[in-house]
């Protein structure tokens, strides 16, 4: 059993037709369909495709003028782009543990992290949960830090009633095949900022900035774009986009079914004493891209131990992810020790994915239970 399977069709097939039919296939109308339905999933004014969450923060630090001298705080459990958008534009990461209860960003923490020199707040909806945005804002909004939501898990998900990456100042996805709504690879800036977007607009397209001035030389064929900024090419293809449309057409379906299973999970589940269930936070506004659970006892050997059992039957599972802290690059550059952050460790060690995809039966489900029950027991 796969740890989860995008959810594919003949709609996906009639509009990558369509755009192959067309012979437009780099970013184009497909791509701006996309865009719509995004902004309009998540209540915000712009939406911007590119190629993946990566380039995503990426393009939002760029836009957020973050540079050398500026330290740009990051949980310090999650995946790792969550820090490397902060090293692309010269800034400095800073890490802040989590909450074992939502393995989000603990804003007491947060807090004591503070210095004149951060600039930015990495807000990270970790498994498709949002972070404690209301506390996070009070931190950064009196203090003028901008808030980068990192939604890279969390397409659909809901705070309090509202979609997240429309919270912060910029918001960034993924469309990732583990993901909600996938593209193959594939991200998107939101925000509800104008200059923001202007900036995000160009630097996706090699720093282009628009037409020149036509009281220069009037417009014709042999009109090219003006490059004032430095930009990259982070383009999503109208082909991506095509089964991007598509996918945003099941994403309310999608969304329920997993947020089905994920509660089914939690009461399943409510029998094993030796595990942990997500239940802390908005679980309300989870969207469940993964349902992960912690391990109370025997640390990383058992929690590694009851990975190989369920691999034993065929049942795929992944660790939660990082602590990124402790990866090479931030731990040699930085000097990070493990135990500066412990929660952030904990989760590395103990949490498991279980599988959850569209379509898994109540069957399945059971079955995953059942031998993780085992598991536990040591049957």
């Given amino acids: ?29 497909l791509t701006e369909r ?15 495709a590119c190629t993946s969450c990566t380039a995503a923060l990426h393009l939002a630090t760029l836009a957020l003028n973050l540079g050398a001298g500026d330290e740009v705080i990051v949980p310090a459990f999650t995946w790792v782009t969550s820090a490397h958008c902060a090293e692309y534009v010269g800034a400095k990461p800073v890490f802040v543990d989590v909450e074992l209860s939502t393995y989000n960003i603990d804003p007491e923490k947060l807090r004591d992290a503070i210095t004149p020199r951060t600039k930015a707040i990495v807000a990270v909806h970790l498994f498709g949960l ?58 998107a800036v939101t925000t509800n900022r104008d200059d923001l977007a202007a900036r995000v607009r160009s630097q996706r397209n090699h720093g282009a900035t628009g037409a020149p001035d036509p009281s220069i030389e009037p417009h014709g064929p042999w009109t090219m774009a003006t490059f004032d900024n430095l930009g990259f090419n982070l383009r999503l ?76 039957e065929n049942i795929q599972t992944r660790p939660g992810t990082h602590a990124v802290h402790r990866l090479g690059y931030y731990a040699d550059k930085y000097g990070w020790r493990a135990e500066q952050f412990p929660n952030a460790i904990l989760a590395e060690d103990t949490t498991i994915a279980l599988p959850l995809f569209p379509k898994m039966s109540n069957e399945d489900q059971d079955r995953v239970v059942d031998l993780l029950d085992n598991a536990c027991r040591g049957k």
């Fill in 237 to 312: 293809s109208d082909i991506q986009a095509a089964v991007g449309v598509a996918q945003m057409g099941k994403l309310d379906r999608v969304l329920a079914e997993r947020r089905r299973l994920g509660h089914r999970y939690s009461e399943l589940l409510g029998g094993i004493d030796s595990v942990v269930r997500p239940l802390g936070g908005d679980v309300g506004g989870h969207a469940f891209q993964s349902y992960v659970i912690r391990v109370l006892d025997g640390g990383r050997k058992r929690r590694n131990e009851l990975m190989a059992a369920l691999a034993a």
């Fill in 34 to 48: 996309f865009e719509k339905l995004l902004a309009e999933k998540h209540g915000v004014k712009h939406a911007l």
């Fill in 1 to 29: 059993m796969n740890i989860t399977e995008p959810s594919f069709d003949e709609a996906e097939i009639t509009l990558l037709r369509e755009c192959l039919n067309s012979k437009w296939v780099t970013q184009g109308p």
């Fill in 130 to 187: 949002a972070a404690p945005m209301d506390e996070i804002k009070a931190i950064a909004g009196p203090r003028g830090i901008a808030v980068i939501e990192d939604a890279a898990c969390a397409v659909g998900t809901t705070y309090k009633g509202k979609p997240v990456g429309a919270i912060g100042d910029i918001g960034c996805f993924s469309f990732h095949p583990r993901k909600a709504v996938t593209t193959g690879e594939g991200g």
